[in-house]
């Protein structure tokens, strides 16, 4: 056998070995479901569906919505905070541009009512690999974790 046919087998091996030991699956986009979705994180997190059929996640006392869009083949991952009622509009923008160029993938906002909300995004569209989803998800409640810890204290 030819050292390049054997490295690539050897190499495919370990992949396999690698998904099998860590569990990892990975859903066609056609099959990705919300109940898939809730499934996947219910194996880390406390999840459920609510009555529009989105994920409700809660760990360390912080709630996040994961949502799917099956017609854009991806992922919202999203939480609110409520904001200090004596902080200004403008005060609450240079966090949110301070926390933006931070953490880059996570979009820090200020809803209508003027509160925080922060959202990410995960396309699907090859695939939704189930490690995925729950390290986005646990990275996600990182971010939210800290931002709860130094901004509202």
């Given at each position: 056998m030819k050292k390049s046919k054997m490295a690539f087998i050897v190499l495919a091996l370990i992949t396999f070995s690698e998904l099998t030991t860590h569990g990892a699956v990975t859903y066609s986009?056609?099959?990705?479901?919300?109940?898939?979705?809730?499934?996947?994180?219910?194996e880390e997190f406390n999840a459920k569906l609510n009555d529009t059929k989105d994920t409700i996640v809660v760990n360390s006392g912080i709630k996040i919505l994961v949502e799917r869009d099956s017609d854009r083949s991806f992922i919202r991952i999203s939480g609110a905070f409520k904001s200090p009622e004596d902080m200004s509009r403008t005060e609450k923008l240079n966090i949110c541009q301070r926390y933006n160029d931070k953490t880059i993938f996570v979009r820090f906002s200020i809803d209508n009512d003027g509160d925080f909300y922060l959202d990410y995004?995960?396309?699907?569209?090859?695939?939704?690999?189930?490690?995925n989803l729950q390290k986005s998800v646990q990275w996600f409640f990182s971010v939210a974790e800290d931002f709860k810890d130094n901004i509202l204290k």
């Open positions: 986009k056609d099959y990705v479901a919300d109940s898939v979705v809730q499934e996947i994180l219910s995004f995960l396309p699907y569209n090859g695939g939704l690999d189930s490690k």
